[in-house]
Each structure stands twice: as C-alpha cells, then as structure tokens.
C-alpha cells in the first residue's frame, strides 16, 4: 500500500507564526487524515479531508487537498509552543469497516517560545 | 469519541522474554487495531483484532511473535513473544470513531517497550 510523503522532514518557528506541512501520494485515496504525536506518546486525530473535498478547517488548523496533484497541505496558523510536535499524514484507500491507514513517516515541528 | 487506557507505558525487558500489553476502550467497538512505531520511524499495522475471531496480520508478522487475544468488545491484548533488541518500539493500539458523518482513529497512549 502506498505511504504518505511528507515535506519538510523537520521545521521550527517562532511562536505566532503560521505552520505548513505537506504531503503527497501517488495512488487514489478515499480521505486523508492529519494526526499529531506528542514526543513518545499515542496520535491525536486532527483532521479529515474527503477525496471530494478541497479545504477543511478546525480552530486554528486548515487542511487542504489537491486530488490532481495529490497533494495536501496542512496548515497551523498563530503557533504555539504547544504545537511542538510530530505531524503524520495518514492515507486512507478503502471506506467503510475495511479501511486501513497508511502512515507517512512524519514532520518533526518545533515551536520556539 | 473512545478512551483507551493503554498500558504499561514502558517497560525494559530481557531478550527471550514476553511481554503483553493491553488495550481498555470505555465504549464497545468493532475492529482494534495495533501498531508498531519503530524509533524516528512511522506507524506500521501489525494485526486487526475482531472480536469472536483470529486476528488478521499484515505482511511481516506472525501470530507466533504477536499473539492477539480479544476477549470482548471492549478490550484486546497483544503479546511480544521471545523479544530481541530488534523489538524495541513503541506499541500502540486504536479504534475507528465516528462522529458527524465524519470519522478517526484514537490511540492509545502507547508502550515504550526497550530490550536488553
């Protein structure tokens, strides 16, 4: 199955400024999802993004989605220290009871106070 | 959305040992699924846990290393059999929620397991 890649590998800001991570793929995907991972802790679902669907937004998060580039971007506007975090993309080909998550290998954010 | 109590959260453990983790959701579900995250690696699925049945392992694992038990629908356990250094990761389990047409994974808080 395909794996998300996600771009940059790492990244550091200044708090209060804006946060983006990429992904791409390379197959068709029902959805893609965005989680965070606090450093050696489990995920927290951030956000869903149908393949039909082209922007999202949850509080300070805005996720994006270009099924023709396959692509998706994930924005965090106004950083906080405590949005230092990992950041997956998560892939998602199959609907229903039968769906699996494919995981990219991650974005390492750092968010300077 | 689900709860799920994970534990131990760590654990150092002997090469040749076992170890089981286990997984509690405050809500019947389905399919639990568990993973491995290797260190500064991504997540990989190791078994879907159905209650009632055999787990489902991916390519890779076997149920001889990772035995499932899913005794009901609220509860799963995996097992880490005759563990080596190669078996130190984190472990976690999770569960599909729904919400408002929507969906997600939650997971547990994870097992850091280490062995010596």
């Known amino acids: 199955s395909q794996q998300g890649e996600e771009d940059p590998q790492a990244l550091s800001i200044q708090e209060g400024e804006n946060a983006t991570m990429n992904c791409s793929y390379k197959t068709s995907i029902n959805n893609l999802q965005w989680y965070r991972q606090n450093s050696g802790r489990g995920l927290v679902h951030l956000i869903l993004?149908?393949?039909?669907?082209r922007e999202k937004h949850s509080g300070r998060l805005r996720v994006t989605l270009d099924t023709s580039k396959k692509s998706s971007s994930l924005l965090i506007t106004a950083s906080r220290a405590a949005d230092t975090a990992s950041y997956f993309c998560?892939?998602?080909?199959?609907?229903?009871?039968?769906?699996?998550?494919?995981f990219g290998k991650g974005i390492t954010l750092s968010v300077r106070p | 959305s689900a709860v799920i109590s994970q534990k131990p959260s760590r654990d150092i453990c002997q090469r040749g040992t076992s170890l089981t983790i286990q997984c509690q959701v405050d809500s019947q579900v389905t399919m639990m699924f568990w993973y491995r995250q290797q260190p500064g690696q991504s997540l990989t699925l190791i078994a879907t846990?159905?209650?009632?049945?055999?787990?489902?392992?991916e390519s890779g694992f076997v149920i001889d290393k990772f035995p499932i038990s899913r005794p009901n629908l609220t509860f799963s356990t995996l097992t880490v059999s005759n563990m080596s250094p190669e078996d130190s990761s984190i472990y976690l389990c999770?569960?599909?929620?729904?919400?408002?047409?929507?969906?997600?994974?939650?997971f547990g808080s994870g097992t850091r397991l280490t062995v010596v």
């Open positions: 998560c892939l998602s080909s199959d609907t229903g009871a039968n769906s699996k998550l494919t």
């Open positions: 993004i149908r393949s039909n669907e």
């Open positions: 846990a159905n209650q009632g049945s055999e787990a489902t392992y």
């Open positions: 999770s569960v599909e929620v729904r919400w408002q047409g929507d969906y997600g994974y939650t």
